[in-house]
């Protein structure tokens, strides 16, 4: 019987001592889960690198000039007032008008004359003349195919019916004028420089 008392005592102790071992680990501290996740740490050097690239970027970005903006400055350029965008780029000189005094009569039916009256020498040839008479308009440009010079005191004959220039009874070899059609009334007559709209003279004539 005491035999038996003594195997008893022994499976308990060690039944109490396999206790105290078990419960020991199940309240001891669980493990961390980010325990297995390796953050690696950025050095000073590598840190201070992605730094500077950070900054330049920035800088880049605020000194780059947007295309659009670019563009829409340009669009708003304008040009000096009174001056178009081809005579900005021509280096032709603006042609000069001629300054003189034309006196303007009606000889007979359909007949008519300028007089050269003071002034500058005209050349019919560097002008173009615009006829309106007897229902019709004519433009001549140039008025002549080759260089004649009005002078003070000459006289241009224009003969609307025959179609005949003359200057001091010479006649000269005018253009192929291009016609349309006009209201009947007074004859008039304008003569522009050959390259521009600026009149020399405008002349209305009766009869």
């Not at 005491?2 to 309240?27: D, M, P, Q, R």
């Not at 920035?58 to 009174?82: F, I, V, Y």
């Not at 433009?139 to 002549?144: E, G, R």
């Amino acid at each position: 019987m005491k035999t038996y008392h003594n195997y008893f005592y022994a499976i308990l102790a060690i039944c109490l001592v396999v206790l105290a071992i078990t419960g020991s680990g199940c309240i001891s501290e669980p493990d961390n889960d980010n325990g297995d996740i390796n953050i690696p740490e950025q050095t000073g050097s590598e840190a201070e690198q992605q730094n500077d690239d950070s900054t330049e970027a920035e800088h880049n970005d605020q000194n780059t000039p947007d295309a659009a903006q670019t563009d829409e400055q340009g669009s708003d350029m304008t040009l000096p007032a009174g001056q178009t965008e081809q005579s900005s780029t021509s280096d032709t000189p603006p042609q000069s008008v001629p300054e003189l005094t034309l006196q303007a009569s009606a000889l007979g039916e359909g007949k008519y004359m300028l007089e050269h009256k003071g002034g500058d020498d005209m050349d019919l040839a560097e002008v173009r003349m615009v006829l309106s008479s007897h229902g019709s308009t004519g433009i001549y440009s140039p008025l002549s195919k080759n260089e004649v010079i009005m002078s003070t005191g000459d006289r241009l004959v224009i003969d609307v019916i025959s179609e005949s220039f003359t200057i001091n009874d010479r006649e000269i070899d005018v253009t192929d004028p291009q016609t349309t059609d006009a209201s009947a009334g007074d004859t008039k007559i304008w003569l522009y420089p050959k390259g521009s709209n600026e009149i020399i003279i405008y002349k209305s004539i009766s009869g």
